[in-house]
């Protein structure tokens, strides 16, 4: 396997190194929820020089890459990286934590492989499988669901607000021939949708890519559930640091902090911290990305 890839340059950076360095508790133990391939993680381990780094990921890729590359780092007991899904925490008895970082969505490497399946501008099979040892890809719903279950995973994933079209020509033309790759699925939905008159600043199959995905990954199931039950899992005074990449995450998020406010914790910045036009400019990915951080305890 070859770990030739881009760098991977994690989103708001600076951002989540000052949240962690104003939180009124030590900075010893952090659990990085989505190590992808260690942007964060290195931040974390480089700007808290003693600090512990538990880290969760569920593609092969990424934990062989941190095996790899993050070697010493593991040997020293710096890291500890755990093949699974961040919201089996607590079956693993890791924690208190000092501090909990997600950063939610696909990770750059996944996104720029045309073999995983996740980019509408690469041509790869139709996967979208953050876990392949999981059996469901995104060409079994798009050839199996029912036309109303396209309907509603697209209208309520992908906020589109009239799907039918598209789902009609999807299940006419899988009928014919199954749908195998990313760009078979992209053209359809674009000779579909600029059919329709429909305008768009982003690219026509962004959101039904989207919602394809979160359905594959079952990204929303449980997410917020899960950070309600976050808190017990970190240390008084210790703070939760979330990005997400879309407004479906973005609102969880939101209403569930807002939620544990006053109760469990306090949410700091009640305004989304977003990245600057100056990091925009040297990683495009970091445009989409919203940033929110709830405090364990109250503010000292």
Not at 7 to 21: D, G, N, Q, T
Not at 30 to 59: E, I, Q, S
Not at 137 to 165: C, K
């Amino acid at each position: 396997m070859s770990h030739n890839l881009p760098l991977h340059l994690p989103v708001l950076e600076e951002e989540v190194i000052r949240a962690f360095k104003e939180q009124p508790r030590s900075q010893k133990y952090f659990l990085d929820g989505t190590f992808g391939r260690g942007g964060h993680t290195r931040a974390l381990l480089k700007n808290f020089p003693g600090a512990r780094v538990c880290a969760f990921d569920k593609d092969d890729e990424a934990i062989a890459y941190a095996k790899s590359e993050f070697a010493q780092e593991i040997l020293e007991n710096r890291l500890q990286i755990i093949r699974g899904d961040f919201r089996s925490l607590s079956d693993h008895k890791l924690g208190p934590f000092d501090g909990a970082l997600f950063d939610l969505g696909v990770s750059s490497p996944q996104f720029d492989q045309a073999s995983r399946g996740f980019s509408f501008s690469l041509d790869g099979p139709l996967d979208m499988r953050m876990d392949r040892s999981q059996p469901t890809t995104a060409a079994d719903i798009v050839n199996t669901y029912s036309q109303e279950s396209l309907s509603d995973m697209f209208f309520n994933w992908g906020e589109v607000r009239h799907p039918n079209r598209v789902v009609r020509a999807i299940v006419h033309d899988r009928s014919e021939r199954p749908f195998r790759t990313t760009r078979e699925l992209a053209s359809l939905i674009e000779r579909v949708e600029r059919a329709s008159g429909t305008k768009k600043k982003i690219h026509l199959a962004t959101p039904y890519f989207m919602a394809l995905r979160i359905a594959v990954n079952q990204e929303l199931e449980n997410l917020a559930d899960f950070f309600e039950t976050l808190p017990a899992q970190i240390q008084e005074g210790g703070r939760v640091v979330v990005i997400s990449f879309h407004s479906l995450e973005d609102r969880l998020v939101k209403w569930t902090f807002r939620k544990l406010d006053k109760v469990k914790g306090v949410m700091i910045k009640k305004k989304v911290v977003v990245a600057t036009d100056e990091e925009v400019k040297s990683n495009p990915r970091a445009r989409s990305a919203k940033l929110r951080i709830f405090q364990i305890g109250g503010l000292t």
